[in-house]
Each structure stands twice: as structure tokens, then as C-alpha cells.
């Protein structure tokens, strides 16, 4: 699998690491309550298909992605940066 | 018996060379360029090998990557190679060869009682027997059911041989050198793509050498050999010979095994394709009719027969029975004859045969023997005679049913006067040495099904050809069907122009126009006359007696029989079929077996094979040795050595060094004689009273800057850190999202904007991908730039009373009194001239300073330090006293930061801030994370003898021990208390002090009385730190 890195172009999965669903929104930083912690923590959806998740170029240039691939075919589609980097950073 | 070697031909062999090798301690004759089947054929061996389940002697079966049966072991001691192909392996002078599965020989075999027992050794034999109200007992037979069997062993040694990986890019990749994968490379390669050419074979031309055809008006093998010249001298085509692409992975990436034949010092090399486009030419191979007796040595593929014959010189035998159901099979037959190969007879059951193919084997003295089947092969170690039956007598498992059987009865073969009408209702008794047998030929689709859809029904060839794609492939040639050589070779040049135009080349048309003619023997029907036919059924020979076995996969001993009962037991579909009779599971990947399976499940369920559907193949295609995955990656070489940049003044002082995690780090600094225990306790002890240095440049170092780097490390620790005052580290904890802890250091605040955070050696890279995280994707808005600069410093621990007075001789720029420099104050400053940063911390309890300098000045301040220490008796200190200086303290690393304990159960909660949100907060305060039943921190003292990590806290003595109530994690012998101390995890443990219980370690041995203590063993107060 191919991970067009914004930064490096075309480069190998190898170089980066899966760092976890990109749909699961972190709670804002005030929640207190328990229940949307749990759910950001633990509660996955497992898609078949299209599916946006978030890559790391830790061999590269160590940024952090949102790559979306499909999860069955394991054709990726796009890769954006996130963070300061990122759109509206 | 007589050699079979013929007196010329040989397409492959020197016959000025020859050698020879060994087979099961026998010498055997050979010539340069002979495979180990090709010489043992040539010698007149019949019997190669053992069956796996009945140990039945076998013979060669093919000459390619589906043979099943002629398995064996190459070489001795450490370089024993088990399961090499004899099929494909060349023979080399001296090579070491035995048969496998058999003892003491393949001739031999005691293990061949197996044969009377076989009755009990049908399809799921070993769930019935040994699964459900017996199955405790499978663990006593396994290993000898093992044993009976199986294929060869592989060594107990290391393996000798160098394993290389290596990757290569393509535009088109072309699997398959045969006549269609030679014609898309030529296109594609014109178009200017990037072409790799990837041939299992050592030559090309894949079976073009088996044909008498001519392309482009020459010779085939002339084209060939033309076509490959063109290809070499084109740049941007690479040819790959003895290279089989076995895996066809997402995203175009496809992996091979190059066989480097002996050259060199690297036996195989795994090669990673990442290729645009695929073009799958991949052939096809021959499949057999299944009958009585099938597996017996001598029975064999027609078209390896002619291989054998053509390539090698080495006839299939000396008296030989087609039995064939196709054209190609005739003409097999008659190069076979050309080449001097008797033909005793062909038995087809088909009513009628094109007068250009039977006429010259009929004129050769070959008998014609039409409509009719060859329903048994008699003999035990070689094939003696063959039974042959008219068809409307014999049950027959045909696909989809269209055999044409009223017509066949009575239809007279129109070759009358060469073929010998059956006597009507009467079985045939035929003499012969060798059986050839051909039921039509199977695309090989193994790459394609990996990377594509279903594979779909092709009614004329009777065969499933490649699915839709799901990646950029396109089949083409027999792979993908084509019955002829003439659509195979146009086939192959179209998809490699249409996979360069899709690469982005321009293919220009013309090319896509050009038709290459092929002219020759081509004297057939375009579909080959296929009457498919996949079993004759057994039939007892006289009456009341049992017909032979007849295997539908030979390399598994999966017969006829086996997949009836398993359909009968309800196994009914295709992938099931496979699981419970193991069909198609083996190194062969069930190239010659699966669909005979398949077409035997149909008639069962009384459907057409399609319908039945088939298996999906999975990657690899063919054995590769694990030895070829790992590549150069073992030993020393399969992970990084990190060093640290003192780590040659470590070894200049005698340090014993020891791996922790991927670093070589100094375990103790032995005096000459000492024990471990002498070094480590004289270190510990040396601390405490004078001075140490020890090496902590391992420690992860992120600098944290930005203006807004004092919120983002409130956020990431429990604790506190933008009301650090500048110039003042502390010690954090940090928390994992779902609570637990995730990993500790200090952070010193180096300016308003400006942090140095420390990480454990073991979680430094894991932090700063955590950090990286959280500032990207959860805190966007906050301006903060993350960078390691681990690397950047050698870090040294100057530890114990003496500390200062040492470090005041060479330190610079900061004053080093209380007040100056007072307990967790940081400083920049210059240690012997260089500039360095100075905190003020203890990992060992006494007053203590890291100091962290520019890595290359490491090894000059290290010496400096010992130097200009020598009068306060320095002296470094390893990594076993610094963990006997923190056990002693009660500090927590690795074995405990498991990743469960909760900040409560290592008595941290006060750390975890009540006044800012963090990570992992919501979720740190979930009841149960503080629970007192936990297991929590304690400190444990050995009453008398001493324990070690990982025993088990116990209540009772060794005879009633009791359930285990906790763990030891780590344990050292302490100077300071004399006794050995170990830091323990125990259920409840916080308000267990003064409990006594046991250390019990039942596999190791051991049963001790421990006392339940505060962790905190030395200095509880902390009052030698602040001195």
C-alpha cells in the first residue's frame, strides 16, 4: 500500500504508522462526563469501504495524515495534513 | 532396470557434462542442466517418494511447479533443505538427495504398514478420532501421527545460507516468459514503459519448446530467443528468469522469489514489484483423470512426459499408455513417438480422432483405442498394466455434464482399420511401464484470484479462467484461456499494449494491429476437442474384490472416496470440501487436484461445477523459504544496535555491556575476578558513599517550544507544569487517553517558552508520537513545535555525596550551593568548557546532577569527570546499580508502568491535577482505577532467603500456597539494608503494610517468606537529596 504523503509524495505504508479512526471526534477538552471519553476511547465502527483514518510519517517526515482509503479494497484515495500544517491551521 | 535416458535430444542438458549425485545414498547419473526428477527419471528410478497419509511409493507426476509427489530433501546437517522440488531443482555434482516420509528409503518403507490401516485414515479421520470424547488423547498421538505423516523435517541448525531482499518498480510488470508474456513485453516494452519481465523457468519461452509451431515465419524457439535479444537490449526492460511472483498484494505490489541458483553466496532473493499495471501470463498447466490406482509410480502428466522426452533427453518410460481426452494430448503423444518414446496406445473416450493425429501414431504401431477409459493402473512399485473399459460401462465424473455418452456406445471410431475395436461390454487388459494421462488444461489463475474476483467458468476449456480485476491486471494467453498458441501470443501482445497506454505510454496502434501468424501443427478444432472428463469411478476388478484407491490429490492422499464421505457428512461446499479433507491445502496449492475435486463434489450434489463454485487461492503461490522473508535481518542484524555516545569509553572501562531494548547499555564495571553481584552492590554502595557517574544519554529528550508550550504540557501531564518556574524542572506523569499511566520524567522549563521534556528509554519514541499526535490532531490550536533531540546529547548522571564538590571543579557560569543551584533547579552552564545543561535531579536518591552536553563532547566530559574525580574516589556506576539505587527508593520504571497500573495504584494520585483538564483525565477518575481490591505498589523484604521478579505473592507455605494475591517486579539485593528488596504489585497492597507472606516461583523453585513494606526503603524523607 501507497501512502501519497502531502510532504514526501508516493511513499511505502511501512513508513508510517496507523494512529486510529479519523471519524472518532475527541471530546473538547472540558468534558468531564464519562460517557463520551468511553465512547471516544473505545467505541469503533469497523467500515467496510471507504473510511478516513489517521497515518503518521513516522519514517518521513513524521507529520500526521488523514488518509482516505478504502478498507476492503485497501485503495487510498487521498491524504491531507492535519494540524498546524493542515487546512485551517 | 535399464536407464530411460534417449540416445539424442535434450533441449537443456550438456551431454559433455556429466556428473553425479546422490539419491538416498546411491549414486545417480547426470548431465549439466538435468533437474533431480529429470536424472532419476533418465536412471530408471521409479519410486521418488512416499505418500504422505499411506506411505505408497510414488513417482514424478509433472515437470513443474504442480508436482506433487516428487518431494524431497536436498543436503544434510545444517544446509538440509526439506520439500525441494525435484520437478524444478536442478541436480548439482555431489548434491545430497533423499526421499522423504519413508524409513529407512523410498524403497523401503517400513512406515508402509500405514497402507493396511488406511481404512481408518479417511477424510476427518483425526476430528472423529481424537476430537470430542477423546480428545484429551490427542496430545499423546499427535506427536507420533505427526511423525507417520508429514513432509520432510527442516534442520535444527542455523541456517548457513545468505537471504537478500530487494525491491524494483515497474510500469508493467509481465509475470510469465511463454509465448504471451514474451509478445506484451515486446509490445509494452516499445511503448518505452518500464517493463519487468519475470520468468519462473531459468530461459523463456515457457512451453513454446513443447510445440512445433512457427511464428512470424521461424521457428518457435527461434522467435523466442529473437524476442529476448530484443528485450536485453532494450533499457527499460528487465528480465527476471527463475523468478516466480507468488503474491499479488493491494496497492500493485507484488512479491517473488528469485532462485540465484547457487551463484554467489545468496541462495534466494525476495523480490517487492511494485508495478503499475500487471500483465498475468502465466499459463496454464496439464490436469490428470482420476482412476484406480492413479498415484502409481509411473503415472504421469502427457505433457511432462514430453517435457522430460524434449528437454531433458529422459523418456517417461519405455512402453507407455495415453489416456487423454484432448487433441493436444495426441499430439504430445506424437512428438513423444518422434522422439522414440514407445507408444504402446492411446485410450481416449472420445468417438473420434482427426485422421492428421491418429494416423502417424497408428502407422508408429500405436494402438487406437477410442471409447473407451482407462479405469485402473496395475502394479504396486511401477505401473505393469492398465484396465481399460469402454465408456458406457464406467461411471464417469465429467463437468458440467455435456459428455456426449448415448453417441459414444455406438459410434464406431472412423480410424476402423488402425484401432482395435473393443470387444463390447469387455474390459481391456493392456501391458505397460508408464501411464501418461491428460483431462485438458487448467489456466493457472493463483496471482489473479489473489487479486480479483471469482474466477469464471469457461464452458471449451471446461477450466476456470481469471475474475474480474479488483487491481490493474490484465490475463492473457493460457492463463486466461486462449485455446491456441495463435490467440495466446495476439492475446499477450494486446495486453501489454493496453497496460502501457494505461500506464500512461503511448502504445501506438499499429502495434495493437499486428498480428503474429502462427503457422504449424495446427491441424485441430480451435477448442481443442476437449471432452471433459475428470474421474473414472473405481471399479472392483473381479467382482467382491475392492478396486484400488484412486487419489484425486496426490500429495495429500486425498482420494476419490474421501471427498464423497466428506460430501455425505455434510461438507458440501467448496471451501468446507477443502478444510475437512485437506484437498488442495499443500505445497502444490492443489494445481492438479482441486477442480477433479470440485467436478467430484458436483456430481455428488448433482450440479453443474460451476455452481459448486471454487476456493480462493491466497498468497504464497508457491513454498517460500521463511529464510527468504527474513532476509538480512537476523541475529545481529534484525534490529538496530543503538550505542550511546559514551559507549567507547564504556568499553575502554571494562564494562560488561547487556541489550535493553534496541540500546547496549553498561550493566556493571567489573573489577578483574568479580561476580555480577560483587560489581553491582560495590557500585550501588560507592554511590551512596562517595560519588558515581553513570550514562543516561538514552533517555527520551523532546524540546517542547512555542508560546503556548506551558498549556500544551498541562494538557499532556496529570500535573502542573506552566506554573514551573523558569530555571526549575519537576517530575510528571503522564496518562494514556483511557487513563492508565502512560509514562514518566521530568520537564524542565528551559525559558518562558521553552521546555525539555525527558522520557523513559523505553517509551521515547512512543511519547514523542503521542505528543505529535495530540498537538495535530487534538490541540490544532495550540502554537507548539515538538522536537527530539535525543540524540542531540550525551546525558551523565553525576550521583552521591561527593556529587558537587566534583561537578563545582568543572563547572562554569553557575554557582553550585543550595541556593544557587538548589534541589530541582536547572542551569545553563559549561562543564569543562563545554556548554551544557545542568538539572538537578535523583533517580538514586542521593544529591545528584544530570548533566547533558553536545553528544560529541560525551566521551571528553565523561573522562574529565573521572580525571578530575579521582581524588573523591569517582567511579561509574551500571545499569544494574542504578536499579538497585531506585528499588531502594521506591522509584517506578518499566516493570512497573505495565500499562494497567492506574496513577492510584502507584500511590501518585495527588499528581493528577484537580484544577486543569489533561489527557486521560475523564476516564483516570472511574471509580474502578482507584478501587482498593487493586493491585497496588508495596515494598517487600526478604525475611531470609532471597526471591525474584516475577514470583507470585502467596499467603501460604509451599504445601498451601493459596491463589496468588500479586507479583514481584523488580528485585535487588540492597547494600544500604543488607537484605534483598524487591518493588511488588499486590491486590489491596497499600494498606498491607507489615503483612508476611510468600514469594512463590513453582517453576523456577523457590517458596520465601516476604514482608510487606513501604517501597520507599532508603531515605524516606528524602533528606541525602537535598544535602
Same mark, same amino acid.
Request: proline content about 8%.
Given at each position: 500500500m501507497l501512502i501519497p504523503c502531502p510532504v514526501c509524495g508516493q511513499r511505502d505504508a &511501512?513508513?508510517?504508522?496507523?494512529? &486510529?479512526?479519523?471519524?472518532?471526534a475527541r471530546p473538547p477538552l472540558e468534558e468531564e462526563a464519562e460517557r463520551p471519553w468511553v465512547e471516544y476511547v473505545y467505541a469503533r465502527h469497523n467500515p467496510r469501504g471507504e473510511h478516513l483514518e489517521f497515518w503518521q510519517h513516522a519514517h518521513g517526515c513524521r507529520q500526521l495524515l488523514v488518509v482516505r482509503r478504502n478498507t476492503e479494497t485497501h485503495e487510498v484515495f487521498e491524504a491531507r495534513l492535519v494540524g498546524p500544517f493542515g487546512e485551517g491551521g | 532396470m535399464p536407464g530411460f535416458r534417449l540416445a539424442s535430444g535434450g533441449t537443456r542438458i550438456d551431454r559433455s557434462a556429466r556428473f553425479t549425485f546422490t539419491f538416498d545414498g546411491a549414486p545417480v547419473e547426470a548431465f549439466a542442466g538435468d533437474t533431480i526428477a529429470s536424472a532419476l527419471i533418465a536412471s530408471g528410478r521409479s519410486i521418488v517418494a512416499r505418500s504422505f497419509k499411506y506411505h505408497r511409493p510414488r513417482g514424478v %507426476?509433472?515437470?513443474?511447479?504442480?508436482?506433487?509427489?516428487a518431494l524431497v530433501t536436498v543436503g544434510s546437517g545444517a544446509v538440509r533443505e526439506p520439500n525441494v522440488n525435484a520437478a524444478t531443482r536442478l541436480a548439482a555434482p555431489g548434491m545430497e538427495v533423499s526421499g522423504q516420509n519413508? %524409513?529407512?528409503?523410498v524403497e523401503r518403507d517400513i512406515g508402509a504398514v500405514g497402507e493396511k490401516l488406511?481404512? %481408518?485414515?479417511?477424510?476427518?479421520f483425526y476430528y472423529k478420532t481424537f476430537i470430542g470424547p477423546l480428545k484429551r488423547s490427542w496430545m499423546w498421538y499427535e506427536p507420533a501421527i505427526r511423525r507417520a505423516a508429514g513432509m520432510g523435517r527442516a534442520s535444527l541448525e542455523p541456517d548457513p545460507a545468505r537471504y537478500e531482499k530487494a525491491s524494483a518498480f515497474a510500469d508493467v510488470l509481465v509475470v510469465g516468459a511463454g509465448p504471451a508474456g514474451l509478445a506484451a513485453a515486446l509490445t509494452a516494452g516499445r511503448a518505452g514503459a518500464r517493463v519487468i519481465l519475470a520468468e519462473a523457468a531459468p530461459g523463456p519461452g515457457g512451453a513454446l519448446d513443447l510445440e512445433e509451431a512457427d511464428i512470424d515465419g521461424r521457428p518457435a524457439g527461434e522467435w523466442a530467443a529473437a524476442a529476448t535479444v530484443e528485450l536485453a537490449g532494450m533499457e527499460n526492460v528487465t528480465l527476471m528468469p527463475r523468478t516466480h511472483v507468488w503474491g499479488y498484494y493491494d496497492g500493485g505490489v507484488l512479491a517473488a522469489l528469485e532462485d540465484c541458483g547457487g551463484e554467489g553466496e545468496t541462495r534466494c532473493r525476495h523480490w517487492r514489484i511494485e508495478a503499475r499495471q500487471a500483465v498475468l501470463a502465466t499459463g496454464a498447466i496439464e490436469r490428470p483423470i482420476v482412476f484406480a490406482g492413479n498415484d502409481r509410480p509411473g503415472v504421469m502428466l502427457a505433457s511432462a512426459g514430453l517435457a522430460y522426452a524434449r528437454r531433458y533427453g529422459a523418456a517417461p518410460g519405455g512402453n507407455v499408455i495415453l489416456f487423454c481426452n484432448n487433441d493436444e494430448a495426441w499430439r504430445s503423444a506424437g512428438l513423444l513417438a518422434e522422439a522414440g518414446v514407445k507408444i504402446a496406445a492411446i485410450v481416449d473416450p472420445r468417438t473420434e480422432i482427426l485422421d492428421a493425429l491418429a494416423r502417424p501414431l497408428a502407422e508408429r504401431g500405436a494402438e487406437i483405442i477410442l471409447s473407451h477409459v482407462v479405469a485402473a493402473a496395475r502394479g504396486v512399485k511401477r505401473v505393469e498394466g492398465a484396465t481399460i473399459v469402454p465408456v458406457g460401462e464406467a461411471a464417469l465424473a465429467e463437468a458440467a455434464g455435456n459428455i456426449d455418452r448415448p453417441g459414444a456406445q455406438a459410434q464406431e471410431s472412423e480410424q476402423g482399420e488402425d484401432a482395435a475395436p473393443p470387444a463390447p461390454g469387455g474390459a481391456l487388459e493392456r501391458a505397460c511401464d508408464t501411464i501418461l494421462v491428460s483431462g485438458g488444461f487448467n489456466p493457472v489463475i493463483n496471482l489473479a484470484s489473489q487479486a480479483g474476483g471469482p474466477p469464471v467458468w469457461r464452458e471449451e476449456i471446461a477450466a476456470f479462467v481469471p475474475g474480474e480485476p479488483r487491481q490493474a491486471f490484465i490475463a492473457a494467453g493460457a492463463a486466461a484461456g486462449a485455446p491456441t498458441l495463435e490467440i495466446a501470443i495476439n492475446q499477450g501482445a494486446e495486453a501489454g499494449a493496453l497496460a502501457a497506454s494505461a500506464a500512461g505510454?503511448?502504445?501506438?496502434n499499429e502495434e495493437l494491429a499486428v498480428k503474429i501468424p502462427v503457422e504449424g501443427l495446427r491441424v485441430t478444432t480451435e477448442d481443442g476437442g476437449l471432452l471433459p472428463l475428470f474421474e473414472v469411478e473405481p471399479q472392483g476388478a473381479k467382482p467382491g474384490k475392492a478396486a484400488d484407491k484412486a487419489f484425486v490429490d496426490l500429495q495429500h492422499d486425498v482420494t476419490a472416496a474421501d471427498i464423497r464421505l466428506a460430501h455425505q457428512e455434510g461438507f458440501a461446499d467448496a471451501e468446507h470440501l477443502k478444510r475437512y479433507t485437506t484437498l488442495g491445502m499443500a505445497n502444490d496449492q492443489g494445481r492438479t487436484s482441486a477442480l477433479a475435486g470440485l467436478a467430484i463434489l458436483a456430481g455428488e450434489r448433482e450440479m453443474p461445477l460451476p455452481a459448486v463454485g471454487s476456493t480462493r487461492f491466497r498468497p504464497p503461490a508457491i513454498p517460500v523459504p521463511l529464510g527468504t522473508l527474513a532476509g538480512r535481518e537476523r541475529g545481529r542484524h534484525a534490529a538496530p544496535v543503538r550505542r550511546s555516545p559514551l559507549h567507547h569509553a564504556h568499553l575502554a572501562a571494562g564494562a560488561q555491556m547487556m541489550e535493553a531494548g534496541l540500546w547496549m547499555r553498561p550493566r556493571i564495571y567489573p573489577k578483574r575476578g568479580e561476580t555480577l553481584f560483587a560489581a553491582y552492590t560495590r557500585e550501588a554502595r560507592h554511590v551512596r558513599r562517595a560519588v558515581g557517574i553513570a550514562d543516561v544519554s538514552t533517555l527520551g529528550k523532546i524540546e517542547v517550544a512555542g508560546p503556548d508550550a506551558a498549556a500544551f504540557l498541562d494538557r499532556v501531564y496529570a500535573n502542573n507544569f506552566s506554573n514551573l518556574a523558569v530555571g526549575k524542572a519537576r517530575y510528571g506523569l503522564m496518562l494514556r487517553e483511557d487513563g492508565f499511566v502512560f509514562d514518566d520524567g521530568t520537564a524542565w522549563r528551559l525559558a518562558e517558552d521553552r521546555y525539555l521534556a525527558t522520557t523513559t528509554t523505553a517509551k521515547a519514541a512512543e511519547v514523542m508520537l503521542h505528543l505529535e499526535f495530540l498537538a495535530a490532531a487534538a490541540f490544532p490550536e495550540l502554537k507548539v513545535s515538538l522536537t527530539s533531540v535525543s540524540d542531540q546529547y550525551a546525558g551523565i548522571a553525576v550521583a552521591g555525596p561527593k556529587a558537587r564538590e566534583l561537578l563545582a571543579r568543572l563547572v562554569e557560569g553557575?554557582?553550585?550551593?543550595n541556593d544557587a543551584f538548589p534541589f530541582m533547579g536547572v542551569r545553563e552552564a559549561t562543564v569543562g568548557g563545554a556548554p551544557a545543561l545542568l538539572a538537578r535531579l535523583s533517580f538514586s536518591g542521593e544529591n545528584a546532577y544530570e548533566v547533558y552536553v553536545g553528544a560529541d563532547h560525551g566521551p571528553f566530559i565523561w573522562k574529565l569527570l573521572l580525571e578530575k574525580g579521582a581524588d573523591l574516589e569517582v567511579a561509574p556506576y551500571g545499569l544494574e546499580a542504578m536499579g538497585t539505587l531506585r528499588i531502594e527508593k521506591g522509584h517506578v520504571a518499566g516493570p512497573e508502568l505495565n500499562g494497567r497500573v492506574s496513577a492510584h495504584d502507584l500511590g501518585m494520585e495527588k499528581l493528577l491535577s484537580t484544577k486543569k483538564p489533561f489527557v486521560g483525565k475523564p476516564l483516570a477518575q472511574r471509580p474502578a482505577l482507584s478501587e482498593p481490591g487493586r493491585l497496588q505498589l508495596v515494598g517487600v523484604i526478604a525475611a531470609d532467603e532471597a526471591f525474584r521478579a516475577g514470583a507470585h505473592l502467596v499467603a501460604g507455605p509451599a504445601e498451601q500456597p493459596g491463589p496468588s494475591e500479586g507479583h514481584i517486579t523488580s528485585v535487588t539485593f540492597s547494600p544500604a539494608l543488607g537484605k534483598t528488596i524487591g518493588l511488588a504489585l499486590l491486590k489491596g497492597g497499600r494498606e498491607r503494610r507489615g503483612e508476611s507472606l510468600y514469594a512463590a516461583d513453582p517453576i523456577r523453585g523457590g517458596h520465601c517468606r516476604v514482608e510487606v513494606v513501604s517501597p520507599h526503603f532508603v531515605d524516606p524523607k528524602g533528606e541525602r537529596l537535598h544535602g
Open positions: &511501512g513508513e508510517f504508522f496507523y494512529r &486510529g479512526d479519523a471519524t472518532a | %507426476f509433472s515437470a513443474g511447479a504442480e508436482e506433487p509427489n519413508a %524409513f529407512p528409503s488406511s481404512p %481408518f485414515l479417511a477424510a476427518g505510454f503511448e502504445a501506438r553557575t554557582g553550585m550551593d
